[in-house]
């Protein structure tokens, strides 16, 4: 059974910077794509990043490009999310999950969630 936590979630204020980390339990975790999302209460849970198996390949939601960086390391079957200069429209839970295919779109493992909060 495969097990996703996500940890490093907080308080910090704007400009601030956080690392999100997402420890994956189970075989194969270097086979699989990874991603960040994140959610606001009533709203939908939205894309922020996501890794290939390798991490050698990326992709950022705009708004995030060149404030957060998403890295992985296989040997620790883990995935981090980087977030530096945080804004107030960065408070969220944000969500790690396992893609089931690099492109697919489609995950099959999430974990609870960490929240993240930014004081203006």
């Known amino acids: 059974q495969v097990q996703l936590v996500e940890s490093g979630g907080g308080l910090v204020q704007t400009g601030g910077s956080l690392r999100l980390s997402c420890s994956h339990s189970?075989?194969?975790?270097?086979?699989?794509?990874m991603g960040w999302f994140r959610q606001t209460p009533g709203k939908e849970r939205e894309f922020v990043a996501t890794?290939?198996?390798?991490?050698?390949?990326?992709r950022y939601q705009d708004s995030v490009k060149g404030r957060f960086t998403i890295s992985r390391d296989n040997a620790k079957n883990t995935v981090y999310l980087q977030m530096t200069r945080l804004k107030p429209e960065d408070t969220a839970v944000y969500y790690c999950?396992?893609?089931?295919?690099?492109?697919?779109?489609?995950?099959?493992?999430w974990g609870p969630g960490t929240q993240v909060t930014v004081s203006s």
């Open positions: 999950g396992r893609q089931t295919n690099w492109g697919s779109d489609l995950y099959d493992y």
């Open positions: 189970g075989r194969m975790f270097s086979t699989y794509a």
């Open positions: 890794i290939n198996w390798s991490g050698g390949t990326t």
